[in-house]
């Protein structure tokens, strides 16, 4: 196996970590729709301490996509300007809410950072579905890999679907985290039928953008992309299963499983390109054409080895310092 | 205005924005440590509920501003891949790896610590909670490591070949060692010490002429910050003062500039003010220190220093036609004066503070006055800060890298002048708009928290 093959698989763990572990905080920030006030504190306090070090792994995925293939990180960046120029506000949002919705009781000014973290979990979420089917669905990309496409281009009709899925594939996610994290009786049960309904909504645009893909891209074209599409949504019914009989560590992991799927599965179909050109096939990004040279990949590798299990003993070790539910009286102003 | 001047002004507006809220986390992280380190090795029960208050207060405002960072910081890497494609691909090779770095072994931890730091009072031994915000120091400053050795390189490129029209690493270690980042990045430090520590006293001023209750305890604080801030203020003359005289080799253009020194002189004057003419060349006129510009150079009254002109003249040798002048010239001049001024202010009202504070303590009172109007001076590091980025960054234009690429040619080519109008607006909106309640939020804090011995 080569270096640019390595870092393929290295590119896929690190956004399979990202959309496991910021899916469940932007399920959470979009389950705080239409929920009063102190049922959004406590979904705020159960991602409280966790949400930070999780964004590091979009962080981390865009630093190493930079790194391993510059070509990809530059032609993905610049092709989707306007739309990572509004995720970014939607993760500034987001960030300075979390941090500032505690200093005053006042309502109003509480409203308001929730309604930052409601739209600033769902803006995200819908845009990185919409990059991500792009990325396969293929971009405007011309032979020295610059787009001469149009920003309305990326909104097509599959991409869209694509957005959509992603946005209730994690508030799904999400809300089955929030069923091993909140104590509150009654309000778990509220939450249990909600993840059941949004589990059915997932499984339905989950077919939907198969479909869709199905028709604009050639992801089913791998027979083992399908056996991971399908262990993927064999997951989502596994997680609904566990909402529906209560028990919210099987609801979430398995969509936890779904998430991983989904995104091997994704990346497979990807293989061996990056960036697919819709003008001319050859004109794809690929891990050879796009990539740095064998020492900085080499170097990079020997980085991530050392230091990738470094971090997930650290945030492990965080999830179990806080494994404790939230309850009511947990939510303070500090 | 095109796609290109656009994209720096908004680079140069967010990253100056960012770089507000950086050297608070650097330096007020430390100052955190250190202070719940007293806590936890402090004696009395009185004296424990007060100092668990004082960490708290201070990681408060610690907090609000590392949100900020955090949340500008990510603008920041997009924005090499949004608005600089095609530095991106000249660069990545070299540039990627320490941006990657810093994320794999800097904002991981400082991200992931930040939170048990932040949550974890009731479920930590105390020993474990104060490592935990030692350790969160040690992230930032160790992303600040990583993305000044980026830096560097763009402005004093070691380690590298050119292959298939961009640049390649040949030697990871010459990268990390280079010695421009050894300038860079001990400035940067110790100008986050004296942010933090200049951050402190204002406040523990402003609490001990406002808050009877508090006073005592932000009179100790206020004792700690003025030393603090002193390092700090020591340390950034020092680097600052080695680095200006690395320039001479290796950028004797940038330091040209901040001197407005147009022609080669030996020995050289240093000139306090100047009226700079950029298109002629020349300072229509100037007041003029003979031999000390040499002398701030090569620690002696002769010795050669390098003009603008004659360097343009060896650049044009090297690299063919051009304007290798950064354009900005009069501007580099009274920022590199704004910067020394502030510190020297700075350095000034540290000395006048330490002096209340240990050696007339009981004379006090008589001077909250003077305590109170303390916060007007709070801009001043801020301001050295943001000049202090102006020149170092503007000192390199036209370069995008120092003589491998230029500016012009890194800009995205797909992008539109109204698409960067449209971010550009929208950022800097954004920003104020976050400016005004994140400042207000803190002030409230301050405002309104008291340091007594009751539990809370």
Known sequence: MDLNVIWFILITVLFTGFFVLEGFDYGVGMMMFGRPQNERGQFVRAIGPVWDGNEVWMITAGGATFAAFPHMYATMFSTFYIALFLMLLALIMRGVAFELRGKFKASDWVDFWDYSIMFGSFVPALLWGVA????????????????????????????????????????????????IKIADKGLLHELQQKSLRLGLSTLLAYVMFAAAAAHDTDILAKLSTVIFLGLSIAAVIASCAGAHSGCGCKAFASSTLAIVFLTVGFFNALFPRLMVSSLMPQWSLDIYNAASTPHTLLLMTGAALVFVPIVLCYQFWTYKVFKARVTPQDVSYH | MDALILSRLQFAITTIYHFLFVPVTLGLSIFVALLETWYVNSGSYEERI?????????????????????????????????????????????????????????????????????FGWDKLSEKVHCLCIWIVAFGSNLSAFWILVANSFMQHPVGYAIENGRAVMTDFVELVTNPYVVGEYSHAFFAGITTGGFLVIVVSAWKIATDDVSREMFVRTLRRATLYTLVGLLGVMGSGHMHAQYLAQANPMKLASFEALWETENPAPFAVVADINQ?????????????MFSFMVHNSFDGEVKGINDLQREAVEKYGSGYYIPNDVRGMFWSFRAMIGSGGLMLLIVLATGCLVFFQRTKIREHLCCLKMMPLLLPLPFIANSVGWYIAEAGRQPWIVVGLQKTAVAVSPNLSANEVWLTLIGFTAIYLFLAVLAVFAAVMFIRRTKITEEEA
Request: aromatic share 16%.
């Open chain 1, 132 to 179: 991500v089917t792009n990325l396969l669905r293929g971009v405007a990309i011309d032979p020295q890999m610059h787009f001469v496409g149009k920003f309305l281009d990326l909104l097509s009709p599959c991409a869209l679907v694509g957005g959509i899925f992603f946005v209730l594939l994690f508030a799904f996610h999400g809300a089955n985290f929030l069923l």
């Open chain 2, 279 to 291: 298109e002629a060349g020349r300072n229509d006129s100037e007041i003029l220190i003979p031999k």
């Open chain 2, 50 to 118: 007060k100092l668990k208050k004082l960490v708290k207060f201070f990681g408060t405002i610690f907090l609000i501003n590392f949100a900020m960072g955090v949340v500008t910081g990510i603008v920041q890497e997009f924005h090499f891949g949004m608005n600089w494609s095609e530095y991106a691909r000249f660069m990545g090779d070299i540039f990627g790896a320490p941006l990657a770095l810093e994320a794999l072994t800097a904002f991981f931890i400082e991200s992931t610590f930040i939170g048990l730091w932040i």
